[in-house]
């Protein structure tokens, strides 16, 4: 069973920072994209910024040259680090991981259990 944990979501004030992170953990053989997606209340869920293996990204127009996403193959996980944040970056976070849990089994997109990020103006 796979399970995607995030952390580091919360309050912040327009302008800061935060780095949010997310641990693949149970029966992996390998994993290809990673990356993150946010959902604010009543809207669609948007995809913010995807790292490949090899740690190629890629970022949507709204987050380029604020926020950066990378990932530790060894550990399992991506990270997103947040900068100059406004108040419409409020929403709720989510990770993904396109992973084959087995090498018998097709790759299959993983989620984490969202994390609230809040930013005051």
């Known amino acids: 069973q796979v399970q995607l944990v995030e952390s580091g979501g919360g309050l912040v004030q327009a302008g800061g920072s935060l780095r949010l992170s997310c641990a693949a953990s149970g029966t992996i053989f390998s994993i290809n994209n990673m990356g993150w997606y946010r959902q604010a209340p009543g809207k669609q869920r948007d995809l913010l910024a995807t790292?490949?293996?090899?740690?190629?990204?890629n970022y949507a127009d709204s987050v380029k040259g604020r926020f950066t996403v990378s990932r530790d193959n060894a550990k399992n996980t991506v990270y997103l680090q947040m900068n100059s944040l406004k108040p419409d970056d409020t929403a709720v976070y989510y990770c993904?991981?396109?992973?084959?849990?087995?090498?018998?089994?097709?790759?299959?997109?993983?989620w984490g259990q969202g994390t609230q990020v809040t930013v005051s103006s």
């Open positions: 993904y991981a396109n992973l084959r849990a087995t090498i018998g089994e097709n790759f299959y997109t993983y």
């Open positions: 790292v490949s293996r090899g740690g190629a990204t």
